[in-house]
């Protein structure tokens, strides 16, 4: 059997335009992340918490995940409705992700803004999984390197603006100092609305602009053989974890290694920066205030290069194949967080930022593209969040870990953190070359 055969009829071919307009919903999905990832930290902080507590504080992020991907995926596989297989998902998420980031920055206390991550990120995961889906519906395989890689390419455009916001908030003429009465920036509250209103317009304009294919009357009539219930979802959840490609299990170390790093980075690089510039761990001082401010700036330097390079990697991926380039980008990234704690210029910190950049694209893309040539397609949704798993079980771990080794072991500094994340890059960069691809080392034009 042809790798064609293997994965069913060729389905019409789309134009890069095209592959464009279907992605962008994922800018306004990144977005939203972006937001999260350079605030909650300080956000967090404003309100009282310790920098020990903060991954636990960031648990919503993998517990929802955990949870909501692989059942949502498993539901859009057997969904059949007017609106198409994974649309109606695209709606009800990006509707509850718009209320979640206009009320973030309005929270009183601690507690209601831990609670208002939970109803943001499950939000959030249930839009992203059959975005996932749709692309491996929608695109032929030839093409799903491209496609992949577009959604890369988005979240490094759309964290980059997110990750910028503040600073061109302060630039248009906003205080950086002026907060309400619980310590958080109107800057923020001003980023967050922006969030908001993209979240909804973006994917309203990819799902009304790049339609779903239509099933096929073979289709319906084998998702409709057994109607769809708790019982047969979870069933479908089981039966795909035991029948899992050997590609998608050969990843799971290198998907452990990458996302603990990334959860330390995230969560670790504002309190990082307060110390490595500023000389300071407290909250409430400027210089704290401009380590925000400066993890913004950087962070959206290095989405910016992960949009670049999304898009360069696209050939090199063709060339060399997605696991050697995966491979090199993480150990790219890793150099560079081991970088991070020593400079105390923040000019200078812009150039390791290039390194976090081009495995931040990578990790966006690559992944999926050795992990859709492996499953079949009519699981892809239940397949994709599945591996899923494998990125929030590793943030899961972190979150539940790093309290017990942030005073043991690290000493209670953020920079030793930083130090620990770009060692396991490494790790996940020798990890990714164990992976054996079901397609050859050089993936078709």
């Not at 059959?130 to 491996?136: I, S």
């Not at 602009?209 to 479908?236: F, G, Y």
């Not at 380039?325 to 910190?349: E, K, N, Y």
């Not at 599945?386 to 790093?402: A, D, E, G, K």
């Amino acid at each position: 059997m042809t790798r064609a055969q293997a994965h069913g009829p060729s389905k019409p071919r789309l134009s890069l335009a095209r592959i464009l307009q279907m992605n962008i919903g994922f800018f306004g999905l990144q977005f939203s992340f972006g937001l999260q990832q350079s605030n909650m930290g300080p956000i967090y902080s404003y309100l009282g918490a310790s920098e020990a507590a903060m991954p636990l504080l960031w648990l919503a992020g993998p517990m929802t995940g955990l949870l909501v991907q692989p059942l949502i995926g498993a539901l859009s596989d057997r969904t059949v409705s007017r609106f198409g297989r994974r649309t109606p998902y695209f709606l009800i998420g990006a509707i509850l992700c718009s209320l979640g980031l206009l009320a973030m920055p309005y929270s009183p206390t601690l507690w209601i803004a831990a609670s208002l991550l939970w109803v943001l990120d499950a939000a959030n995961n249930v839009t992203m999984e059959p975005y996932r889906a749709y692309v491996g519906d929608r695109l032929d395989a030839d093409q799903r390197p491209i496609g992949f890689l577009t959604q890369s390419a988005f979240t490094g455009l759309a964290q980059t603006l997110a990750y910028l916001a503040p600073s061109i908030l302060v630039y248009w003429g906003m205080d950086l100092n002026a907060v309400d009465l619980n310590g958080i920036p109107h800057i923020t509250k001003a980023a967050f609305l922006i969030g908001a209103v993209l979240s909804l317009s973006t994917i309203l304009w990819s799902v009304l602009s790049v339609r779903e294919l239509p099933l096929t009357p073979a289709q319906i009539a084998e998702m409709r053989r057994e109607p769809m219930s708790a019982r047969s979802t979870l069933r479908d959840i089981g039966n795909a974890i035991r029948e899992m490609p050997p590609t998608m299990r050969q990843l799971a170390l290198a998907m452990l290694f990458q996302w603990y790093a990334m959860f330390c980075y995230w969560q670790y690089i504002t309190f990082s920066l307060a110390r490595s510039l500023h000389a300071t761990s407290d909250p409430a001082s400027s210089g704290f205030r401009e380590a925000a401010l400066a993890t913004g700036q950087l962070g959206g330097f290095y989405n910016f290069v992960a949009f670049v390079a999304a898009f360069a990697l696209v050939p090199v991926t063709r060339a060399w194949g997605a696991r050697n380039v995966h491979a090199l980008c993480m150990l790219a990234s890793g150099a560079a967080m081991l970088a991070i704690p020593g400079i105390t210029t923040q000019a200078w910190l812009f150039l390791p930022m290039i390194g976090i950049g081009v495995g931040w694209a990578s990790l966006m893309g690559n992944p999926y593209v050795m992990l859709a040539d492996s499953i079949p397609p009519a699981r892809t949704g239940v397949y994709m969040g599945i591996f899923n798993m494998f990125i929030v079980v590793p943030m899961m771990i972190q979150s539940l870990t790093m309290p017990l080794l942030y005073d043991r072991v690290l000493s209670g500094d953020p920079r030793n953190v930083l130090y620990l994340a770009g060692a396991l890059m490494v790790a996940a960069a020798l990890a990714t070359m164990r992976v054996k691809t079901a397609r050859p080392a050089a993936a078709a034009a």
